[in-house]
């Protein structure tokens, strides 16, 4: 299996590709004991970009599942939805294929 290059986003590229649905955004989480789904106020998914660690695009599996927006913080791992022509632009802007 080939290693998939990191790319980073900063927290106004995150809100860019974020699936925003009616002032909410989906999202996984990956706590010790299995995935967990839920539904987010914005302005929640907004206060975590603001204590993340690294917020990078996800690999395949993430971008198949649509939630690419992978946001460490420093005790959890989140997945946020994001809209893949939105992100597929903004890579192609940074040069990353």
């Given at each position: ?17 974020a ?21 987010w ?57």
């Amino acid at each position: 299996m080939q290693k998939e290059e990191k790319t980073f986003l900063n927290k106004e590229e995150a809100i860019r590709v974020a699936q925003i649905y009616n002032n909410t955004i989906h999202c996984f989480i990956n706590p010790s004991f299995g995935i967990v789904g839920a539904t987010w106020d914005i302005e929640d998914f907004k206060d975590t970009l603001n204590k993340a660690k690294t917020i990078e695009v996800g690999g395949s599996m993430c971008r198949s599942m649509k939630h690419a927006i992978a946001l460490r913080t420093e005790n959890d791992l989140y997945f946020f939805e994001h809209n893949e022509k939105e992100l597929e632009r903004l890579l192609k802007e940074k040069g990353v294929e």
